[in-house]
């Protein structure tokens, strides 16, 4: 599991002062980033050398359970939770101390641009290697 710390700041707050929704979907790719790195896979070392994209999201979703607000500090809690040949699908926990906030996930795979259409993009296997870190 690896653990984003955040504070919640007035700009991530929509009229109502809680969080706007949608930036808790930005902070769940933040952390699945954060732990590739601290992991040391180099998604753009990758790119390079292998031509593969790394973690394109094809699905995301959350399920909302408490409000954050301004001034909290927040935890995202994230991990791969399910693999398959293709795809993997890292979970993401949101806690302000124990209080569970949102339970959410994202659905990633690796793709390589089709030779012929660069703007065609096909999905891979996933390579041994990033799956042996995050396994």
């Known amino acids: 599991m690896f653990v984003t710390p955040l504070v919640v700041g007035f700009g991530d707050c929509d009229p109502a002062g809680i969080v706007f929704y949608p930036n ?10 954060e732990m590739w790195r601290h992991g040391g896979y180099d ?4 790119r390079r050398e292998d031509g593969l994209i ?4 094809i699905d995301v979703g959350g399920t909302f359970r408490a409000p ?10 994230s991990w791969v939770s399910k693999w398959t ?4 699908r890292i979970a993401h926990h949101v806690f302000r ?15 390589r641009a089709d030779p012929d259409d660069p703007a065609t993009l096909h999905s891979v296997r996933i390579p041994d290697d ?6």
């Open 43 to 46: 998604i753009e070392r990758v």
């Open 85 to 88: 040949t293709r795809t993997f």
């Open 68 to 77: 954050a607000l301004p001034g909290d500090a927040i935890e995202v809690h």
């Open 130 to 135: 990033f799956r042996s870190r995050f396994a």
């Open 54 to 57: 790394a973690g394109p999201l």
């Open 24 to 33: 808790f979907f930005r902070w769940f790719d933040l952390s699945a980033h």
């Open 97 to 111: 101390g124990e209080k569970l906030l949102v339970e959410g996930y994202e659905l990633r795979v690796f793709v």
